[in-house]
């Protein structure tokens, strides 16, 4: 079993900033992808960014590219998301996801693993 925690969210200013931060505990050797989706009330996870854990490649959402970027700490067991520049559209309850297939994928439900959420409001 692998654990997720986020923590990070909050309110902010449209052009504003924010990071996430999950910490995995648990069977986290046996994770290959870990990533970010969200989730606005009344519709299904939103892909946002994925990083593989054997090379560190990343994958973004084209809504996202070039304002968030996805890392990982291995040391520490945790994964990051920088948001920059952010739009209202960005507010959604932020979640991660890690997958223990060896295969890349964009959908939620190929993810075993999730953390509880944190909400992200970006609001003037």
């Known amino acids: 079993q692998v654990q997720l925690v986020e923590s990070g969210g909050g309110v902010v200013q449209p052009g504003g900033s924010l990071r996430l931060s999950c910490a995995a505990s648990g069977r986290t050797f046996n994770i290959y992808y870990m990533g970010w989706f969200r989730q606005a009330p009344g519709k299904e996870h939103e892909f946002v960014a994925i990083?593989?854990?054997?090379?560190?490649?990343?994958y973004y959402a084209d809504s996202v590219k070039g304002r968030f970027t996805i890392s990982r700490d291995h040391a520490k067991n945790t994964l990051y998301l920088q948001m920059n520049s952010l739009k209202p559209e960005d507010t959604s309850v932020y979640y991660c996801?890690?997958?223990?297939?060896?295969?890349?994928?964009?959908?939620?439900?190929?993810?075993?693993?999730w953390g509880q959420g944190t909400q992200v409001t970006v609001s003037s």
């Open positions: 996801a890690a997958n223990s297939g060896n295969y890349y994928s964009r959908r939620g439900l190929d993810y075993d693993y």
């Open positions: 990083i593989r854990s054997l090379d560190g490649s990343t």
